[in-house]
């Protein structure tokens, strides 16, 4: 069974940084994409930024140059390296990937169970 999972949630001071990982386990094949959302309380979910195949990478506009998504494909891990935090980015943030699990001819969509990020001083 596949499941994903993250670390690295925390608080920070604004202007801090913090790094979170998620990684995949389980039976895969193959990954053609992996990703981080959050939901900030009383919003709905949004997409922070993607990854596919470990080479093309997308930003939600609010988060460009300040955030990083990066990935180690040998390890199914996909990284997020948050810079300049502002209190706006406090949320509960959420792994995402778009993978094909061993014996299926199909890709799904698998969720971690999210961590929480507090900027706040």
């Known amino acids: 069974q596949v499941q994903l999972v993250e670390s690295g949630g925390g608080l920070v001071q604004p202007g801090g940084s913090l790094r979170l990982s998620c990684a995949a386990s389980?039976?895969?094949?193959?990954?053609?994409?992996m990703g981080w959302y959050r939901q900030a309380p009383g919003k709905q979910r949004e997409l922070v930024a993607t990854?596919?195949?470990?080479?093309?990478?997308n930003y939600a506009d609010s988060v460009k140059g300040r955030f990083t998504i990066s990935s180690d494909n040998a390890k199914n891990t996909v990284y997020l390296q948050m810079n300049s935090l502002k209190p706006e980015d406090t949320a509960v943030y959420y792994c995402?990937?778009?993978?094909?699990?061993?014996?299926?001819?199909?890709?799904?969509?698998?969720w971690g169970q999210g961590t929480q990020v507090t900027v706040s001083s």
């Open positions: 995402n990937a778009d993978l094909r699990p061993q014996g299926s001819g199909y890709f799904r969509n698998y």
């Open positions: 389980g039976s895969i094949f193959s990954i053609n994409a």
């Open positions: 990854t596919f195949s470990g080479m093309t990478t």
